[in-house]
């Protein structure tokens, strides 16, 4: 995260003999060199429970406290730093909810309450200033606070082109239902009379031409199922949105729920999308959120995909991950870094809109926004193209591309 270039030596003899700037990672400090107190957590192999308890650090939480009073951290941030990213806590038993995920009110910032602040890019900027004390000519990176906005496109039509039977079930329930609204304005959409409620393309793109934000949209080319409602992935006038859409944004892949369980399936919806934007896919999000560690993500990486777009919780604001920054996927079952590499959001749009009184939640907006520039972080945002109904996922959206970088 710093940009530091570092080299790695178990040998004692050769880490007392370099005299340039060097740090150890030890339960033991060896000399008078700057040292960061281990826990064992690093040095083991597979996944036990973790004892964790949280203290606060001069209005920080951390935890995996120190005990060794001259180390250079009161606490190991190599350690709580990894057991944050590689999502150890979702690998140990838990309570999932209705769609078998794992739930924010399981995890450890939630509990402890700072869900909301990406407690690793703190930590680090404070690790920052501690190595720039120590060592006033040492290279870092500059990082800078930018904003991301990805767009679901489970249905890219909600009347329009979906087929005749389709078309006439939809009529059965709206009539079954009283929805004579809906009846209306779906017989208004399909002569032509207005324009169909979930088709905005036109307008991102628009917005898109003006903006210095590049957007990312990920369509779902599954088959038809319960759960799975878009319309044929084979039709030329969606083929030929989707490459429209792939001029001006990125483009990537939706992963339907067959796909999320289903390496064949996967691989099959990864052939069309590369077949239609005739490039490699890179960019994935799965659907619904539903992450398994760490099967999910292996068979991303089976398929190379190199980029995931999921991680983040749909109905709470925050941090899964604690970071803001993106970060490589670390298989904790098969211990080794992957080239997967993992880009946070923090908030989908329809976990600060209050439908039943027609709200924005923008003290939450405001506070994780400001607390990620602090930071010089990724601000990442999610809609879904039925999101822009709303007239305040709109007024978001419009924050979003309008905010200075």
């Known amino acids: 995260m710093l940009g530091i270039s570092v080299s790695f030596t178990s040998k004692v003899e050769d880490f007392v003999a370099h005299d340039g700037p060097k ?9 008078d060199e700057m040292h960061i107190n281990a826990v064992d957590l690093l040095f083991e192999q597979g996944i036990m429970d973790v004892d964790i308890q949280v203290q606060d650090w001069e209005g920080v939480p951390c935890f995996f406290a120190s005990k060794n009073i001259d180390a250079a951290l009161p ?8 057991y944050l990213l590689s999502r150890y806590e979702e690998y140990l038993p838990h309570v999932k909810d209705v769609l078998g995920r794992f739930p924010a009110n399981e995890s450890i910032a939630y509990k402890h309450k700072f869900i909301h602040r990406p407690v690793v890019d703190i930590w680090m900027l404070r690790f920052k200033e501690m190595l720039l004390q120590a ?4 290279l870092q990176k500059i990082a800078t606070f930018k904003i991301g906005v990805i767009i679901d496109v489970p249905q890219a039509f909600a009347y329009r082109k979906i087929g005749f039977l389709r078309t006439l079930g939809g009529y059965g329930r709206d009539f079954i239902n009283f929805r004579l609204k809906q009846t209306f ?4 959409v399909l002569l032509g009379l207005r324009k169909d409620p979930y088709d905005v393309f036109s307008w991102l793109v628009n917005v898109q031409k003006q903006a210095t934000t590049r957007f ?14 878009n319309i044929k992935y084979s039709k030329r006038s969606f ?3 989707i490459k429209m859409v792939g001029d001006y944004s990125c483009v990537g892949l939706f992963v339907s729920k067959s ?9 099959e919806e990864k052939k069309r999308i590369e077949q239609i934007t005739n490039r490699p896919l890179k960019q994935a999000r799965i659907s619904d959120y539903r992450i398994t560690l760490p099967y999910s993500y292996r068979d991303l990486l089976d398929q190379e995909v190199t980029e995931d777009y999921t991680m983040g919780y749909p109905d709470t604001p925050g941090f899964r991950a604690s970071t803001c920054t993106p970060f490589l996927f670390y298989d904790l079952d098969y211990e080794i870094q992957t080239p997967l590499l ?9 976990a600060i809109i209050n439908s039943n009184n027609q709200t924005i939640n923008r003290v939450s907006f405001e506070a994780i926004r400001n607390t990620v520039k602090e930071v010089n972080g990724l601000f990442m945002v999610a809609f879904s193209n039925a999101d822009f109904i709303n007239i305040y996922s709109k007024k978001i959206f419009r924050t979003l591309i309008t905010t200075d970088e």
């Open 185 to 188: 304005n779906r017989t208004q």
């Open 75 to 82: 606490y190991d941030i190599f350690g709580a730093t990894f």
């Open 23 to 31: 740090l150890s990672y030890t339960h033991k400090q060896l000399g």
């Open 239 to 241: 083929q030929s949105l």
């Open 216 to 229: 990312k949209l990920f369509f779902e080319l599954g088959d038809y199922t319960e759960e799975s409602k």
């Open 135 to 138: 060592y006033p000519d040492s």
């Open 259 to 267: 796909a999320s369980q289903s390496i064949t399936v996967l691989k």
């Open 342 to 350: 993992l880009y946070p959001f923090c908030i989908h749009v329809n």
